[in-house]
T-cell receptor
Framework: GNSVTQMEGPVTLSEEAFLTINCTYT??????LFWYVQYPGEGLQLLLK?????DKGSNKGFEATYRKETTSFHLEKGSVQVSDSAVYFC???????????FGTGTRLTVIP | DAGVTQSPTHLIKTRGQHVTLRCSPI?????VSWYQQVLGQGPQFIFQYYEKEERGRGNFPDRFSARQFPNYSSELNVNALLLGDSALYLC?????????????FGQGTRLTVV
Protein backbone atom coordinates (compact mmCIF):
# COMPACT_ATOMS: atom_id res chain seq x y z
CA GLY A 1 0.00 0.00 0.00
CA ASN A 2 0.85 3.66 0.15
CA SER A 3 1.93 5.20 3.44
CA VAL A 4 4.15 7.79 5.05
CA THR A 5 6.01 7.39 8.33
CA GLN A 6 7.26 10.44 10.21
CA MET A 7 9.44 10.70 13.27
CA GLU A 8 7.36 11.05 16.38
CA GLY A 9 7.26 14.35 18.15
CA PRO A 10 7.03 16.63 19.76
CA VAL A 11 10.33 18.25 18.89
CA THR A 12 11.54 21.17 20.97
CA LEU A 13 14.51 23.23 19.80
CA SER A 14 16.19 26.44 20.79
CA GLU A 15 16.18 29.30 18.31
CA GLU A 16 18.94 28.98 15.66
CA ALA A 17 19.26 25.23 16.19
CA PHE A 18 19.44 22.77 13.29
CA LEU A 19 16.23 20.92 12.46
CA THR A 20 15.73 17.49 10.96
CA ILE A 21 12.35 15.78 10.73
CA ASN A 22 12.57 12.29 9.28
CA CYS A 23 10.08 10.99 6.73
CA THR A 24 10.06 7.65 4.93
CA TYR A 25 7.48 6.34 2.53
CA THR A 26 6.04 3.24 0.93
CA UNK A 27 4.42 3.58 -2.47
CA UNK A 28 2.96 1.20 -5.03
CA UNK A 29 3.94 3.51 -7.86
CA UNK A 30 6.20 6.46 -8.48
CA UNK A 31 5.28 9.17 -5.97
CA UNK A 32 5.59 12.91 -5.69
CA LEU A 33 6.54 13.99 -2.17
CA PHE A 34 5.46 16.99 -0.14
CA TRP A 35 5.94 18.75 3.15
CA TYR A 36 2.94 20.66 4.48
CA VAL A 37 2.94 22.93 7.54
CA GLN A 38 0.02 23.68 9.84
CA TYR A 39 0.35 26.77 12.02
CA PRO A 40 -1.89 27.04 15.09
CA GLY A 41 -5.50 27.64 14.12
CA GLU A 42 -4.80 27.49 10.40
CA GLY A 43 -5.17 25.03 7.56
CA LEU A 44 -2.38 23.17 5.84
CA GLN A 45 0.06 25.10 3.68
CA LEU A 46 2.37 23.56 1.13
CA LEU A 47 5.95 24.12 2.29
CA LEU A 48 7.87 22.34 -0.47
CA LYS A 49 7.66 19.45 -2.90
CA UNK A 50 9.73 17.16 -5.11
CA UNK A 51 8.40 15.15 -8.01
CA UNK A 52 11.29 12.85 -8.95
CA UNK A 53 14.28 11.13 -7.47
CA UNK A 54 17.18 13.38 -6.39
CA ASP A 55 15.02 16.50 -6.68
CA LYS A 56 15.48 18.97 -3.83
CA GLY A 57 12.51 21.02 -2.72
CA SER A 58 13.22 24.23 -0.83
CA ASN A 59 11.28 27.13 0.63
CA LYS A 60 11.72 29.61 3.51
CA GLY A 61 15.07 28.04 4.44
CA PHE A 62 13.63 24.52 4.60
CA GLU A 63 14.96 21.80 2.32
CA ALA A 64 14.16 18.16 1.56
CA THR A 65 15.72 15.79 -0.98
CA TYR A 66 13.80 12.95 -2.63
CA ARG A 67 15.90 9.82 -1.97
CA LYS A 68 14.54 6.88 -3.90
CA GLU A 69 17.22 4.47 -2.68
CA THR A 70 16.26 5.03 0.96
CA THR A 71 12.60 5.95 0.26
CA SER A 72 13.05 9.08 2.33
CA PHE A 73 12.24 12.79 2.20
CA HIS A 74 13.71 14.28 5.37
CA LEU A 75 12.98 17.93 6.18
CA GLU A 76 15.91 20.13 7.26
CA LYS A 77 16.51 23.73 8.25
CA GLY A 78 19.82 25.15 9.29
CA SER A 79 18.58 27.71 11.80
CA VAL A 80 15.04 27.58 13.15
CA GLN A 81 13.08 30.58 14.40
CA VAL A 82 10.28 30.88 16.92
CA SER A 83 7.92 31.53 14.01
CA ASP A 84 8.65 28.03 12.65
CA SER A 85 6.70 26.51 15.55
CA ALA A 86 3.99 24.44 13.87
CA VAL A 87 2.99 20.90 12.94
CA TYR A 88 4.78 19.49 9.90
CA PHE A 89 3.25 16.80 7.69
CA CYS A 90 5.02 14.68 5.12
CA UNK A 91 2.77 13.49 2.28
CA UNK A 92 2.84 11.65 -1.01
CA UNK A 93 0.70 11.28 -4.08
CA UNK A 94 1.01 8.91 -7.00
CA UNK A 95 1.23 10.00 -10.61
CA UNK A 96 -2.26 10.67 -11.91
CA UNK A 97 -3.81 10.15 -8.48
CA UNK A 98 -6.40 12.38 -6.94
CA UNK A 99 -5.51 12.17 -3.27
CA UNK A 100 -2.66 12.74 -0.82
CA UNK A 101 -1.42 10.27 1.79
CA PHE A 102 -0.23 12.05 4.93
CA GLY A 103 2.01 11.08 7.80
CA THR A 104 0.86 11.61 11.37
CA GLY A 105 2.60 14.97 11.70
CA THR A 106 5.46 16.23 13.86
CA ARG A 107 4.91 19.13 16.23
CA LEU A 108 7.85 21.52 16.40
CA THR A 109 8.23 24.06 19.18
CA VAL A 110 11.06 26.59 18.97
CA ILE A 111 11.92 28.40 22.17
CA PRO A 112 13.75 31.75 22.33
CA ASP B 1 -7.80 36.91 -3.58
CA ALA B 2 -9.81 34.83 -1.16
CA GLY B 3 -8.40 31.46 -0.26
CA VAL B 4 -10.38 28.31 0.39
CA THR B 5 -13.21 29.15 2.78
CA GLN B 6 -15.04 26.67 4.96
CA SER B 7 -18.10 27.04 7.13
CA PRO B 8 -18.86 26.74 9.90
CA THR B 9 -15.55 26.93 11.74
CA HIS B 10 -16.81 25.00 14.75
CA LEU B 11 -19.79 22.74 15.25
CA ILE B 12 -21.16 20.61 18.08
CA LYS B 13 -23.61 17.83 17.26
CA THR B 14 -25.22 14.96 19.13
CA ARG B 15 -24.76 11.30 18.24
CA GLY B 16 -27.21 10.21 15.55
CA GLN B 17 -27.63 13.69 14.09
CA HIS B 18 -26.76 14.80 10.58
CA VAL B 19 -24.24 17.50 9.65
CA THR B 20 -23.46 19.50 6.50
CA LEU B 21 -20.11 21.19 6.02
CA ARG B 22 -19.46 23.70 3.26
CA CYS B 23 -16.46 24.68 1.20
CA SER B 24 -15.80 27.40 -1.37
CA PRO B 25 -12.71 26.81 -3.48
CA ILE B 26 -10.32 29.40 -4.79
CA UNK B 27 -11.75 31.16 -7.81
CA UNK B 28 -10.90 29.21 -10.95
CA UNK B 29 -10.26 25.95 -9.13
CA UNK B 30 -12.44 23.09 -10.32
CA UNK B 31 -11.25 20.37 -7.95
CA VAL B 32 -12.39 20.07 -4.33
CA SER B 33 -11.21 17.38 -1.94
CA TRP B 34 -12.30 16.58 1.59
CA TYR B 35 -10.07 15.21 4.34
CA GLN B 36 -10.72 14.14 7.92
CA GLN B 37 -8.05 14.94 10.51
CA VAL B 38 -8.54 13.20 13.82
CA LEU B 39 -6.65 14.77 16.72
CA GLY B 40 -3.01 13.72 16.70
CA GLN B 41 -3.16 12.14 13.24
CA GLY B 42 -2.60 13.19 9.67
CA PRO B 43 -5.46 14.03 7.32
CA GLN B 44 -7.27 11.09 5.72
CA PHE B 45 -8.78 11.39 2.24
CA ILE B 46 -12.58 11.23 2.07
CA PHE B 47 -13.64 12.46 -1.39
CA GLN B 48 -12.50 14.32 -4.45
CA TYR B 49 -14.86 16.13 -6.80
CA TYR B 50 -13.77 17.51 -10.13
CA GLU B 51 -16.08 19.26 -12.57
CA LYS B 52 -19.03 18.32 -10.35
CA GLU B 53 -18.37 14.58 -10.51
CA GLU B 54 -16.97 12.30 -7.84
CA ARG B 55 -13.48 11.30 -8.92
CA GLY B 56 -12.23 9.52 -5.86
CA ARG B 57 -13.39 8.13 -2.57
CA GLY B 58 -11.42 7.07 0.48
CA ASN B 59 -12.17 4.29 2.92
CA PHE B 60 -15.15 5.89 4.66
CA PRO B 61 -18.62 4.46 5.29
CA ASP B 62 -21.67 5.35 3.22
CA ARG B 63 -22.76 7.71 5.99
CA PHE B 64 -20.36 10.16 4.35
CA SER B 65 -21.48 11.80 1.13
CA ALA B 66 -20.64 14.93 -0.79
CA ARG B 67 -21.54 16.94 -3.83
CA GLN B 68 -20.16 19.78 -5.90
CA PHE B 69 -22.25 22.58 -7.28
CA PRO B 70 -22.05 24.39 -10.65
CA ASN B 71 -20.02 27.17 -9.03
CA TYR B 72 -17.56 24.45 -7.82
CA SER B 73 -18.40 24.92 -4.14
CA SER B 74 -18.95 21.70 -2.25
CA GLU B 75 -20.82 20.18 0.66
CA LEU B 76 -19.81 17.25 2.83
CA ASN B 77 -22.67 15.45 4.55
CA VAL B 78 -22.37 13.00 7.39
CA ASN B 79 -25.40 11.06 8.62
CA ALA B 80 -25.97 9.18 11.87
CA LEU B 81 -23.03 10.84 13.59
CA LEU B 82 -20.80 8.77 15.83
CA LEU B 83 -18.45 9.96 18.55
CA GLY B 84 -15.58 8.84 16.33
CA ASP B 85 -16.59 11.36 13.68
CA SER B 86 -15.24 14.13 15.90
CA ALA B 87 -12.41 15.65 13.90
CA LEU B 88 -11.17 18.60 11.90
CA TYR B 89 -12.62 18.40 8.39
CA LEU B 90 -10.41 20.01 5.77
CA CYS B 91 -11.33 21.09 2.28
CA UNK B 92 -8.67 21.49 -0.40
CA UNK B 93 -8.98 23.01 -3.83
CA UNK B 94 -6.74 22.78 -6.86
CA UNK B 95 -6.87 23.80 -10.47
CA UNK B 96 -6.60 20.31 -11.84
CA UNK B 97 -7.68 16.87 -10.85
CA UNK B 98 -4.22 15.46 -10.17
CA UNK B 99 -2.77 16.10 -6.73
CA UNK B 100 0.82 16.46 -7.85
CA UNK B 101 -0.21 20.03 -8.50
CA UNK B 102 -0.53 22.23 -5.46
CA UNK B 103 -3.57 21.74 -3.26
CA UNK B 104 -4.70 24.73 -1.18
CA PHE B 105 -6.35 23.94 2.13
CA GLY B 106 -8.96 25.82 4.09
CA GLN B 107 -8.79 26.36 7.84
CA GLY B 108 -11.16 23.49 8.43
CA THR B 109 -14.36 22.84 10.34
CA ARG B 110 -13.91 21.46 13.83
CA LEU B 111 -16.74 18.98 14.45
CA THR B 112 -17.38 17.71 17.95
CA VAL B 113 -19.91 14.90 18.42
CA VAL B 114 -21.21 14.48 21.97
Amino acid sequence: GNSVTQMEGPVTLSEEAFLTINCTYTATGYPSLFWYVQYPGEGLQLLLKATKADDKGSNKGFEATYRKETTSFHLEKGSVQVSDSAVYFCALTLTGANNLFFGTGTRLTVIP
Amino acid sequence: DAGVTQSPTHLIKTRGQHVTLRCSPISGHKSVSWYQQVLGQGPQFIFQYYEKEERGRGNFPDRFSARQFPNYSSELNVNALLLGDSALYLCASSQRRQTNTEAFFGQGTRLTVV
